[in-house]
């Protein structure tokens, strides 16, 4: 759990990604993880390349966010269906189009199959994860955005927060304070 927990503060920090935002993500893909026969650290690494996709493409944080909880629905499903891969298109298009290339297809052949129900979990999963350092070094390549920084700074207060508060027990205190005065 720990291990899990800081790298997620490491892919939000580093992505520019709300923690929470990254959290549900991996919390989404992780439910799949025994249909795909996946790792915990596949299903770290598949969070980070769909949000670093979703940067390169361009999408905003909301869009990242919407796109997002459709490709978690369309893994989760074992077959992507035209919903979940219409919002993709719609809010993700870097993430459709390598999918499309790591299953040897452009995108119109790979819609073309989704709406045939071919589009499988695994070879969307397979398609992402064999595409991983071609990805990492893209995403290293492109400039960060005040919306990012802003994210990565709101990441690391948090923890901050988190861990003084972890060693001071400050709203331990403050919520035993308020149940005295109240009882």
Not at 81 to 94: D, K, T, V
Not at 110 to 129: P, Q, T
Not at 165 to 174: I, L, Y
């Amino acid at each position: 759990y720990n291990h899990v927990s800081s790298q997620l503060y490491q892919l939000s920090r580093a992505n520019g990604v709300a923690l929470a935002d990254t959290v549900s993500l991996f919390q989404n893909l992780a439910r799949t993880a025994p249909e795909l026969g996946a790792t915990n650290e596949q299903m770290l690494e598949l969070t980070n390349l769909v949000q670093q996709l979703g940067i390169i493409g361009g999408s905003t944080n909301a869009q990242l966010s919407a796109g997002l909880l459709q490709f978690s629905q369309g893994l989760a499903a074992g077959t992507f269906r035209a919903e979940e891969f219409n919002s993709i298109i719609e809010n993700l298009p870097e993430v459709a189009n390598r999918i499309a290339k790591g299953m040897g297809l452009t995108v119109g052949q790979l819609r073309g199959a989704v709406i045939e129900g071919k589009v499988l979990s695994k070879d969307v999963f397979n398609s992402l994860l064999n595409q991983s350092g071609e990805i990492g070094t893209e995403f290293e390549n492109i400039p960060t955005s005040m919306e990012r920084a802003g994210q990565s700074l709101t990441a690391s207060i948090s923890r901050f927060v988190g861990l003084v508060d972890q060693q001071v027990r400050a709203t331990e205190r403050a919520v035993n304070a308020l149940e005295a005065s109240a009882g």
